[in-house]
């Protein structure tokens, strides 16, 4: 399966921005997928962030974004999606959306299989 990440730029504190995830390839369908978002910043590891579990349809949150971030998913287009708010210079790090058939895979980043590129999101104080 492809991922291809897209939505990043530039923004200043206190701003928003919309990632979006489109999954592609014969056959394939996000329904019955868990979905994260994950992100890594220069120097840094990478981080969870959100993560959608397809066992039972709840969505987590790492701490440092909870209130912030939301994620949403619609299966009809192959979709996911990272609502980001009130963004803080800490935010800004490359974005990645993956894709794993553990039904529960949440922030456990060897257990996804398929990884978009990554979309570069800056947040300036």
């Known amino acids: 399966v492809q991922l291809q990440a897209s939505g990043g730029g530039k923004v200043q504190a206190g701003g928003s921005l919309r990632l979006s995830c489109a999954a592609s390839g014969s056959r394939f369908s996000l329904g019955g997928f868990a979905i994260a978002w994950f992100r890594q910043a220069p120097g840094k590891e990478r981080e969870g962030v959100s993560s959608?579990?397809?066992?039972?349809?709840?969505?987590n949150y790492s701490d440092s974004v909870k209130g912030r971030f939301t994620m949403s998913k619609d299966d009809s287009k192959n979709t996911v999606y990272l609502q980001m708010n009130s963004l803080k210079p800490d935010d800004t790090a490359t974005y990645y959306c993956a894709a794993s058939t553990w039904p529960y895979a949440e922030f456990t980043s060897n257990l996804y299989g398929d990884w978009g590129q990554g979309t570069l999101v800056t947040v300036s104080s």
């Open positions: 959608f579990n397809s066992g039972d349809g709840t969505i």
